[in-house]
């Protein structure tokens, strides 16, 4: 079982930067895929980025590469998310997830463990 909890979200003008963090709870924390997904106002769930259980191995949606950046340090049970130049079509509720395989890129239906949500507001 992995319970997971995110923070960082807030309002933030466009251009500037946020960190999500993800903490887990769980034993085998460094054995799990974890991903973040988005979800905008009256869109569905989507993918955002991916790391692998090492945090070797990272993924990207085209719309945030160059511009978000995703860590993890086992160490700590945390996961991170460092946004840039962020945009208004940015805003909605950041989820992170996990599991312990996964399709690439991650598919939200694919992923065991959900956090409850942040939400950033990027106003223009």
């Known amino acids: 079982q992995v319970q997971l909890v995110e923070s960082g979200g807030g309002l933030v003008q466009a251009g500037g930067p946020l960190r999500l963090s993800c903490a887990a709870s769980a034993r085998s924390f460094s054995t799990y895929f974890l991903g973040w997904f988005r979800e905008a106002p009256g869109k569905e769930r989507e993918f955002v980025a991916a790391i692998d259980s090492s945090g070797g191995s990272t993924h990207y949606a085209d719309s945030v590469k160059g511009r978000f950046t995703i860590s993890r340090d086992n160490a700590v049970n945390t996961m991170y998310l460092q946004m840039n130049s962020l945009k208004p079509e940015d805003t909605g509720v950041f989820y992170c997830?996990?599991?312990?395989?996964?399709?690439?890129?991650?598919?939200?239906?694919?992923?065991?463990?959900w956090g409850e949500g942040t939400l950033v507001t990027v106003s223009s």
């Open positions: 997830a996990a599991a312990l395989t996964t399709t690439l890129p991650p598919n939200p239906n694919g992923m065991d463990y």
